[in-house]
């Protein structure tokens, strides 16, 4: 996923999600979505059954 967002891929995946966004709010959104991308990169991983552990200690980190 691509560290910054210039404005033609902005203004598209606005008009996909069907988002009306003034000047500001675009600009707030390009500024977050380093951060964003970032987020979701970290997510899109394969994990074991024990990334999210209920009530489970002593787990290793190759159960991660």
């Not at 970032?38 to 994990?47: E, L």
Request: net charge negative.
């Amino acid at each position: 996923m691509p560290q910054d967002l210039d404005d033609q891929s902005l203004e598209f995946l606005l008009a996909r999600a069907g988002l009306t966004l003034n000047a500001a709010q675009k600009a707030e959104l390009k500024s977050v979505y380093p951060g964003i991308a970032a987020m979701a990169a970290r997510v899109r991983q394969k994990r074991g059954i024990m990334a999210e552990p209920a009530h489970s200690y002593g787990f290793t980190e190759e159960d991660l």
